[in-house]
């Protein structure tokens, strides 16, 4: 069973869309959640950290939590072109705090 | 200098060949780590360190040594790799704060074993 999964896409959404990106984790007592955003041969780049349950807001971009479901989103308003990037969803798994599993990314398109 | 600095950013290797990958944090962090991605699959963590301590390995091959001789640098040396050995090598750091640890990285290595 994979640790975090993601749906890989791509998905495409027109500039000024909202871009939703979904990942599910399988250890339930996992506490911290992570997005990465990374572009073409870049090394991934912290976007959004989210350790509650519900939403958190920062600039055009949500994560949004539930752990009952072990669910976390990513919600980009007014998405750019810019924003065309392979998005990762990161989890600390119970055990082994120190670690931090990844999923095999989604990638975005946003059309101009 | 900026965060986490990799060295080389790209580097070919034959197999019989013995290299190494540095990696230099200037955050002030406790731990580094190791993660290797390759086309099509997640990022796969190879080794972290908590105050220079080895605290995970994740079952990888020992042709693959890390060496963390104090708290800002890690090395990941390379010995009789194989072609599937080829990746993007990258090196990360973090604050570990017990709830949770944000990772910051490198900029990787792109390694290609010929």
């Known amino acids: 069973q994979k640790e975090v999964e993601q749906n890989s896409g791509p998905l495409s959404v027109p500039e000024g869309a909202i871009a939703s990106l979904n990942c599910t984790y399988s250890?339930?007592?996992?506490?911290?959640f992570f997005w990465y955003r990374q572009y073409s041969g870049k090394s991934p780049e912290l976007i959004m950290s989210i350790y509650s349950n519900g939403d958190k807001e920062d600039g055009r971009f949500t994560a949004q939590l539930n752990k009952a479901s072990q669910y976390v989103s990513l919600l980009i308003r007014d998405s750019q072109p810019s924003d065309s990037a392979t998005y990762l969803c990161?989890?600390?798994?119970?055990?082994?705090?120190?670690?931090?599993?990844f999923g095999t990314g989604t990638r975005l398109t946003v059309i101009p | 200098e900026t965060g986490v600095t990799q060295t080389p950013r790209h580097l070919v290797m034959g197999m019989t060949n013995k290299k190494s990958l540095k990696c230099e944090q200037h955050?002030?962090?406790?731990?580094m780590y190791w993660y290797k991605q390759s086309a099509k699959k997640p990022l796969e963590l190879m080794f972290v360190?908590?105050?220079?301590?080895?605290?995970e390995n994740n079952s990888v091959p020992s042709r693959f040594s890390p060496e963390c001789p104090n708290s800002s640098h890690l090395f990941l040396h390379l010995h009789t790799l194989q072609p599937e050995d080829s990746a993007l090598y990258l090196c990360a750091s973090s604050q570990f704060r017990g709830g949770g640890t944000e990772a910051f990285f490198g900029q990787g290595t792109r390694l290609t074993v010929v």
């Open positions: 955050l002030g962090h406790n731990a």
């Open positions: 250890d339930r007592g996992s506490q911290s």
């Open positions: 360190y908590s105050l220079e301590e080895r605290v």
């Open positions: 990161a989890v600390n798994p119970t055990t082994g705090a120190n670690n931090l599993f």
